[in-house]
């Protein structure tokens, strides 16, 4: 299909051309497509501008009429000239928040049908200030707020620097009409309260401008936390001996250095969903013992939690029954 030269479309193909350079220079990518306005442009653009792309629509099931969804999407993605569609169908289980439970079961989905190829998702600069906001919210650090990357194996996003309003743009101008997800305009979601209230009443109040601010600080935490990650590993290669980690030398680092050592060393030995708590918790432990007890952290089996325990000078990570909590 030969895209018209609008300018919502030039800006579209510049993002992807320039992604496509910098993480998959003459390949083929395969694009996550939901059928709304942000992953039906990225659609148009990625096959103008990648080698070929493969299109993969999930189907959640969690509204009436969702097939019908997913092969109108399938129809508009050949009909954009991809590769080849595959339409799968999931289960989305109700542990967790139903917004947390669909997108692990859509990602699930996307990775096992993308095979070697790198997935682009449709998520834009909008999206990452509400991804900011939200890490604002959790009170994590500099962690927290740095938003999502431009690629973050096998995931690619391409459109981190595009508003949404020019996905939008690019769809009128190719005269298709995009899918509008109800659940994107229900405010029982945070995502979407943050979008229909507090963000507009920010660019109210601050003159505009807000979340191109919120999506340059993003990436300024992540250019500075990759440095502040190099450190921390090297300082953990010399302080992890026998899986434990050695106490009196990681307490000579620096707090921002320590803790993303622990971080990264609790991460490898299977905790999951680490919280700021509990990793300062597992800090408390080398730079503030008093001979407290374990530190329970996210993970284990259904039946032993992992919990983090100081012994002769030495951080270890073990099992500890759940029946004895």
Known sequence: MLLPETAALLELRLAVRAWLRLYRPQGSVCVGLSGGADSLALTAA???EAESVDAVIIDHRLQEGSGDVARAAADQARALGVRS???LAVDVDGRGSLEAAARDARYRALDSARGDLPVLLGHTLDDQA???LLGLARGSGGRSIQGMQAFDDPWGR???????????AACVDLSITPWEDPHNTNDEFTRVRLRHEALPLLEEILGGGVAEALARTAAQLRDDGEVLDEHAATVLGHVVVDGGV??????????AIRRRALRSWLRDRGAKALTDKQLRAVDALVTDWRGQGGVA?????????LVVVRRRGRLIVGLEDRRRV
């Open 46 to 48: 990625a096959v103008a």
């Open 85 to 87: 569609v595959q339409v």
């Open 246 to 255: 050695e106490v009196a030398t990681l307490a000579d680092s620096a707090s």
């Open 130 to 132: 509400e991804t900011v």
């Open 158 to 168: 391409p459109l981190l620097g595009v508003r949404r309003s020019v996905t939008r």
């Open 297 to 305: 952290i996210g993970g284990g089996t259904p039946e032993a939690r």
